[in-house]
């Protein structure tokens, strides 16, 4: 009898362990398959020389199509790819050559400037769409590395103070702040976290601008359900409002005044009223009547950060319809496009060809709009970005009486 348990367990144990080695080779070790093509016929004509003379060509090319095919100067991507092609340039293999840097970097660049998909891409470049998948994330991180620098929030009272100069229209501000929805596609396992109120998944981007429509703070990545008021609440730069480390000038009063006025920020409906972000108010309003007189005020200066994101969108054109790339990536994706926004802006060679004249939009003294900025003319309702929801909320008693404050110095004003 013994005999006979020992052999059903042995029977039971070589049993199992065919078992377990069937399923280890079905499902841990995949088979290797054997590729139709290791590189498809039209790839086979792809070497260094004959893709860098194609960019060579469009350098010479005396109609400027270099400017618009990457939306700067030949110099500033010179220098763009001698900061970045340590960090993405890789080794020949005895299969292929490597994909030089430059050439990663002009399929990135014409990535976010066309909005092409990686399929149209391919064809252009001469290289596979899952290659193209891997080269813009990796070329985007080098990017953001090397163009850090280019946003940052001034560290004294008087880096403010001379931000305050810029806006002109409306004494005390110290930038205008907003954000939008990115429109992505449903990422996997993710149920409604970016589902937002326009019915379709996004991130946010929060941004806060100066007077000469460049970024001073950006961050991006909060969920499209999370609230407006969520999404500001939980940024570092409503964190560091709130442990008062943002080292603004003193509150002084507005000329004619004598209640002492901190800076603040320009918003609009979406944003909470607090001491430091000046919102218009709700409703409608008579002409002349001091809060008309105000919101006009507000959003004649305010109107920066919509032609900042309105520019972003006109040039980079990865923003024209839903990004069709997972969250992580595309947060890369947009902080590349805001700090190449800044670097363009500033740069000497650049800054005319991402915005040429009438880019923006252009006031009067009397804050009416004359001429509409081009861009205008060329975002679309299928745009990815895309406004916060306005929520009607009950603010603090001393932010309304500073608002109340800047409305009597406007109407007094007018008046005169």
Not at 11 to 34: D, G, H, Q
Not at 110 to 121: H, I, V, Y
Not at 158 to 175: M, V, Y
Request: proline fraction near 6%; aromatic fraction near 12%.
């Amino acid at each position: 009898m013994y005999v006979e348990i020992a052999a059903a367990i042995c029977l039971c144990a070589v049993s199992y362990y065919n078992f377990l080695n069937i399923y280890y080779k079905k499902n841990i070790i995949k088979p290797w398959r054997k590729r139709r093509w290791w590189m498809i016929t039209m790839h086979r004509s792809r070497n260094r020389s004959t893709m860098e003379n194609q960019l060579a060509e469009l350098v010479a090319e005396p109609s400027g199509q270099f400017n618009n095919f990457t939306r700067m100067s030949p110099s500033d991507f010179e220098y763009l790819l001698q900061k970045v092609s340590p960090m993405i340039s890789k080794t020949n293999t005895l299969k292929r050559e490597a994909i030089p840097a430059k050439i990663r970097l002009a399929i990135t660049l014409r990535f976010l400037a066309s909005g092409d998909n990686f399929e149209s891409l391919h064809y252009l470049f001469k290289v596979s769409s899952s290659i193209i998948s891997r080269i813009v994330p990796e070329v985007c991180i080098a990017l953001n590395q090397v163009l850090k620098d280019q946003i940052r929030i001034p560290e004294d009272p008087q880096s403010w103070l001379q931000i305050e100069k810029g806006f002109r229209n409306f004494p005390r501000c110290i930038g205008a702040i907003d954000g939008k929805h990115i429109v992505i596609q449903s990422p996997m396992h993710s149920g409604s976290e970016y589902y937002n109120y326009k019915k379709s998944f996004s991130i946010v981007l929060l941004a806060l601008v100066d007077s000469n429509y460049n970024f001073i703070f950006a961050e991006i990545g909060s969920q499209g359900r999370i609230s407006d008021g969520g999404v500001f609440r939980s940024s570092q730069l409503w964190q560091r409002i709130c442990s008062n480390n943002l080292n603004f000038p003193m509150p002084r009063p507005l000329p004619g005044g004598r209640r002492e006025v901190p800076n603040v920020f320009l918003g609009d409906g979406a944003f909470a009223l607090t001491t430091h972000v000046m919102k218009p108010y709700p409703g409608s309003h008579n002409e002349w009547t001091p809060k008309r007189i105000f919101n006009k005020k507000l959003s004649s200066s305010r109107v920066v950060v919509e032609n900042v994101f309105g520019i972003l969108a006109s040039r980079f054109r990865i923003f024209r319809k839903p990004i069709l790339l997972n969250p992580e990536k595309t947060t890369i994706i947009a902080m590349t496009c805001v700090l190449l926004h800044n670097f363009l802006r500033k740069s000497r060679t650049s800054s005319a060809i991402y915005a040429p004249s009438g880019t923006v939009d252009v006031y009067d003294s009397n804050n009416e709009l004359v001429t509409p900025g081009l861009w205008r003319n060329e975002i679309e309702d299928t745009c990815a970005i895309r406004p916060l929801q306005q929520i009607p909320r009950r603010p603090a008693q001393d932010a309304c009486q500073i608002r109340e404050e800047f409305t009597t110095y406007f109407f007094n004003n007018q008046r005169q």
